[in-house]
């Protein structure tokens, strides 16, 4: 069964990142758009190597999900832009088929005048500088228009910008209206051609998946664990319930994307320590509607399906539709209770984890008054103990890995030269 194709992998992660803030939408694709057209006309590269690094054009502010940084990022600032590119550099290095290039996304703000500083850990940055180029450039177009954006690259050629890439860059320009084909929308067309060449393998697909999903998750020391448990709870279930191998795929996938949707949702109101307002409230559900709008028609319906329907329950009573028991299929009602599993044993912004105890009398409690499904609340009770042992088992692999990553985020800033942290005002560009 194939859940998803190649070029709709890279839909999903396009649209994920349109949903984090809307002063960013089409910046990444933009930018992927800008790069694959700049290293058309350089020549050399391989199909693969152009369709790699077009996606790392898109990908590029992955590690930007921090709404905080975003204001940094758009107001054209160098103060702790390093920030994002560190985060965006783990994600790569540990999560993604594109480990090898993480380093371009590290200094993709690197200025020019700074690349020696950093040149002892250059392997293949120097494609950062090609994304710091085609990053501003968007901005400029954006905030400005053709001609500023050509002086001003022009004006920091040799400076901010290798000379190479600011030649390449009004080269491509000449040949290949790249400004204008920004502004008159058809850029889109091209980036769609070239998301429809790229080939990922299974495994592939399924670590850009995890990534976006992980990557949620991390922005948030509350929700680090929910989906890697919402996953195993739910595979537990599916295999306790006798799903065929198929259904068990679907419902795989549909745990991993449930919540994709919460890239747009503010960690103020993620991790808020008390009730959150009925404003609040509202906020919080859309992520259900930005998980299926993400998801689009870019995946199998079912998968979509259950992911959207996690929050619906029996009686009515869920969002975001009100769905009744007789629209709920088996498989909906196991991600859904897996879910609501993995936010009673783990300790929310809100709430420490509960006992097993504790846990249990909520789920027979909510059976009782028909929110969730009583069969797949039974093998819940008659199994808790397995199905927590292996939600632990790939916790702990999760955990780790979090650990480990704020661990060489602290490192890796740490031991940026002081000059390369530092605001430099050559950088800082206002309207
Ligand atoms: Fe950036
Ligand atoms: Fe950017
Ligand atoms: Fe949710």
Redesign the pocket.
């Known amino acids: 069964m194939n859940v998803v194709s190649s070029k709709n992998i890279v839909h999903i992660i396009r649209r994920a990142l349109n949903c984090v803030d809307p002063r960013l939408i089409g910046h990444g694709e933009r930018v992927a758009f800008l790069l694959y057209e700049m290293l058309r006309v350089q020549g050399g590269h391989s199909e693969q190597e152009l369709g790699d690094l077009t996606l790392l054009g898109l990908l590029?502010?992955i590690g930007?999900y921090k709404t905080e940084d975003i204001d940094r990022?758009v107001e054209f600032e160098s103060q702790n832009?390093w920030e994002?590119?560190v985060y965006g550099y783990l994600f790569l290095k540990n999560l993604s088929p594109l480990s090898s290039y993480a380093d371009v996304i590290l200094y993709?703000?690197l200025p020019y005048y700074q690349y020696s500083l950093a040149s002892g850990t250059l392997t293949r940055g120097h494609y950062g500088g090609l994304v710091h180029l085609a990053?501003r450039a968007d901005l400029l177009l954006e905030n400005r228009d053709e001609a500023f954006c050509e002086q001003y690259l022009q004006k920091h050629r040799g400076h901010l910008f290798a000379p190479e890439w600011v030649d390449l860059f009004l080269q491509t320009n000449a040949q290949r209206s790249i400004a204008k084909r920004i502004y008159d929308g058809s850029y889109f067309q091209e980036f769609e051609r070239v998301a429809q060449s790229v080939s990922f393998s299974r495994k592939e697909k399924l670590e850009f998946l995890t990534m976006i999903a992980y990557s949620i998750d991390f922005r948030s020391e509350f929700m680090v664990l929910h989906t890697v448990t919402t996953v195993s709870v739910s595979r537990v279930l599916a295999s306790l319930m006798g799903m065929n191998g198929e259904e068990r795929e679907k419902i795989y996938y549909a745990a991993l994307l449930h919540d994709v949707g919460k890239v747009s949702t503010p960690v103020a109101i993620l991790e808020k320590p008390g009730r959150l307002t009925t404003e609040e409230m509202a906020v919080m559900q859309r992520h259900v509607v930005d998980t299926g709008h993400i998801l689009g028609d870019y995946l199998d319906s079912d998968v979509k399906r259950i992911a959207v329907r996690h929050h619906e329950k029996l009686d009515g009573s869920g969002y975001p539709l009100g769905l009744t028991g007789g629209q709920l299929s088996k498989s909906d009602r196991i991600v859904a209770v897996a879910d609501i599993l993995s936010a009673l044993i783990r300790k929310r912004s809100y709430k420490e984890a509960f006992d097993k105890e504790t846990t249990l009398s909520i789920l027979t409690h909510m059976r009782d008054e028909k929110k969730i499904c009583p069969q797949v609340t039974e093998i819940v009770l008659q199994n808790y103990d397995e199905i927590l042992e292996t939600a632990e088992a790939f916790g702990r692999e999760v955990v780790e890995m979090y650990q480990g990553l704020q661990l060489d985020y602290r490192r890796i800033l740490s031991a940026l030269p002081p000059t390369l942290r530092e605001q430099d005002p050559a950088l800082s560009f206002r309207g």
Request: hydrophobic content about 30%; aromatic content about 0%; glycine content about 0%.
């Open positions: 590029h502010d930007a990022m832009i994002h590119s993709h703000h990053d």
